[in-house]
């Protein structure tokens, strides 16, 4: 079903807009969580609490891009997921990507009077003057928190080629955002 | 454990990128030894699965198949190189002109395949060592024959043509828009297949004529393209054609054809599939059964394997008695260094007196054991009876 006309039948409160919007976007979802928890189960439950997240979102709110909308309810309640997982129970490979990000920008004590949403910004600004593939490799790896062997087999890549290319652009994106003003 | 900033800002990108690393597509690969990796990652050992045993990684000469111990042959080197070490093809990819975006396919095609000149473009290319730096050269672009120019173009490097397709995910809705695009018969010989797979333990054919294959191809115009990246082969009954191309820069792609009625191929980077219907599966799949003659399996690229006793400025010369049940059967193998594809593992010592490597090459071994065609050379260790590659 056109995005459009699910946006519609949550405006409707017609329960079939989550029946629809699983249908459409729940392996997608499903794969972010699953990426993030390294457990069905949760990520699951994390799924779930995406829809019911965007049934109270939708109205007032009408997403202009109906994907990425659902996609970020669905990875941030991941993240928020993870931080109360037990250390043990987190995946070498989540862990090693959030270090990986760590070292761009850490936490609230650097660049206290810029938000994270003004940084997803920058970000954004940045990528848009990298090449396609990096590009889509970093949101790949980042955003959805595919594996590196998952990477090289949807771009064609060596995962070699991909990890270099990640880190690459992480000392790329940390060089512009102290550029831009944000004291790392 | 709190949630790095960086990963939150993520969250916020624009919807407009996050839409489109969600929808890009699978590409597959075609030609691993273009593929880059990074030097500084080396040398973690890979065991790949599956086993080879090296005779047949020689072309199948029935002279050597008691010389050598099995072995268990592992993947892929993956290297970049600095810029002054790439050759012209593998430092300039990217051209862009009329809006569409092409990319080089790092093969080359003879004079005999270039139709008119279409002008001078620009083509760009990054020293991904030197943090992406961008270089830029004009070349004289050429259009390809028997292809749409919208689909492939040739660019002129050095005195030779190479290929570059257009990398846009835009596959032909069906077979039939797919044949306008290419004539697909003129540009594609299938002369080799083979049955449900295609690795060495598998039943190999050559193929007297591909006419009728074709023949039954054009009456499928109508088949859909099937969007399906979770589409395999595996569990299908098929054959399993070997598609070389100049035209379209592809050497020893696959294009499967299955009882069940698909058509798939990897010769266009991205992952195509028809469905064609069982009933001309079912004729191209007898047809090829009864028009061919059994044959011996080809590998991707011929290797050796050895260890190198002596590098000079033109050659190194690599025994290979580490590899054989008897000492007395080794021989020493003469590689000129004839190419920057080879002569630079010498430089950067990837290729050194001592060292295990494992070498590719093109061509044949002359009777005087010498190898004029190395394209790619890795370190590798022998371990308890396999040859590893490090990644």
């Known amino acids: 079903m056109d995005d459009l006309r699910i946006i519609e039948l949550y405006f409707e409160r017609d329960e079939q807009a989550i029946k629809e919007t699983d249908a459409k976007y729940g392996k997608l979802c499903h ?87 003004e940084v997803g910004k920058l970000i954004s600004k940045f990528l848009r003057t990298q090449k396609e593939d990096v590009r889509n490799v970093f949101i790949r790896k980042y955003y959805f928190f595919d594996s590196i062997g998952d990477i090289a087999e949807r ?7 991909v990890k270099n290319m990640l880190f690459y652009t992480r000392n790329k994106l940390r060089d512009y955002l102290i550029k831009e003003g944000v004291e790392i | 454990m709190k949630t790095p900033r960086t990963a939150n800002a993520v969250g916020h990108i624009d919807d407009d990128l996050i839409t489109a690393a969600a929808e890009c597509k699978k590409k597959t690969k075609h030609n691993p030894w273009l593929k880059w990796g990074s030097i500084a990652a080396c040398f973690a050992l890979l065991v790949i699965a599956g086993t080879a045993i090296l005779p047949s990684l020689f072309g199948g000469d029935g002279g050597t198949t008691n010389k050598y111990k099995d072995f268990i042959q ?167 054609f070997t598609v070389t191309s100049e035209t379209l820069g592809v050497y020893r792609v696959a294009m499967y054809v299955t009882a069940d009625g698909y058509l798939w191929t990897n010769a266009f980077s991205y992952q195509y599939l028809f469905n064609i219907g069982e009933d001309a599966a079912g004729k191209i799949i007898k047809y090829a059964k009864e028009n061919s003659s059994e044959a011996e399996y080809k590998p991707y690229q011929n290797r050796i394997v050895g260890k190198v006793v002596e590098v000079t400025d033109e050659y190194i010369l690599i025994d290979d008695t580490v590899l054989c049940n008897n000492p007395s059967d080794g021989t020493t193998y003469k590689v000129l260094l004839n190419d920057l594809r080879i002569s630079r593992y010498v430089d950067h010592e990837i290729i050194k007196v001592g060292s295990t490597v494992q070498i590719t090459f093109e061509g044949e071994i002359d009777e005087a054991n010498t190898i004029d065609s190395a394209i790619s050379a890795s370190q590798v260790k022998i371990s308890g009876g396999d040859v590893l590659i490090p990644e």
């Open chain 2, 74 to 240: 592992a993947g892929e080197s993956a290297i970049i190189w600095p810029w002054e070490y790439q050759t012209v093809y593998e430092k300039y990819t990217e051209l862009k002109f009329d809006g569409i975006e092409y990319l080089g396919r790092g093969r080359e095609v003879s004079a005999s395949h270039v139709g008119e000149i279409i002008g001078n473009h620009t083509v760009v290319g990054y020293d991904e060592i030197n943090s992406g730096k961008k270089y830029t050269k004009e070349f004289e672009v050429y259009k390809l024959k028997d292809v749409a120019q919208s689909q492939f173009v040739a660019v002129k490097m050095e005195g030779k043509y190479y290929v570059f397709k257009n990398d846009k995910y835009a596959p032909p809705s069906t077979l039939g828009e797919l044949f306008n695009l290419v004539d697909l018969p003129k540009v594609i010989e299938l002369n080799e297949f083979s049955e449900n797979g295609d690795g060495p333990n598998k039943n190999h054919y050559v193929l007297k004529s591909d006419d009728y294959v074709w023949e039954v191809l054009a009456g499928c115009k109508n088949a859909d393209f099937v969007e399906d990246d979770k589409w395999t082969v595996h569990k299908r009954d098929h054959l399993s």
């Open chain 1, 155 to 161: 771009f064609g890549f060596t995962e070699s080629k």
């Open chain 1, 31 to 117: 794969s972010i969580a699953y990426n993030i928890l390294s457990n069905h189960e949760d990520s699951e439950e994390c799924v779930n609490d995406t829809y019911v997240g965007v049934w109270n979102a939708i109205p007032p709110t009408r997403p202009n891009n109906f994907m990425s909308f659902v996609c970020k309810i669905a990875r941030n309640l991941s993240l928020k997921r993870l931080e109360f997982m037990k250390r043990e129970k987190r995946s070498a490979d989540i862990m090693l990507s959030l270090d990986e990000l760590e070292s761009v920008l850490p936490d609230d004590r650097y660049a206290p009077d810029v938000s994270d949403e």
